[in-house]
C-alpha cells in the first residue's frame, strides 16, 4: 500500500537526501585524492627514473 504524495512525511525523504549528500562529498573527495596519488606517482617516477641533475 502506497502513500499519496501529498502525504509523504519530510522524515522519509531526509535520508535520501542525506546520502545523495554523502555521495557527492565522497565524489569530491575521491577526486581530489586521486589528484594527489598522481602528483605523488609523477613525483615518485621523476625521484626513479628520470636522470637526476645531481
Known amino acids: 500500500m502506497k502513500l499519496p ?3 509523504i512525511k519530510p522524515d522519509a525523504v ?3 537526501i542525506i546520502s545523495r549528500l ?3 562529498q565522497f ?3 575521491h577526486t ?3 589528484q594527489l596519488l598522481l602528483l605523488q606517482q609523477q613525483f615518485i617516477h621523476q ?3 628520470l636522470p637526476s641533475s645531481q
Open 32 to 34: 581530489e585524492s586521486g
Open 47 to 49: 625521484r626513479c627514473c
Open 5 to 7: 504524495a501529498a502525504e
Open 14 to 16: 531526509l535520508p535520501e
Open 27 to 29: 565524489r569530491l573527495i
Open 22 to 24: 554523502h555521495a557527492s
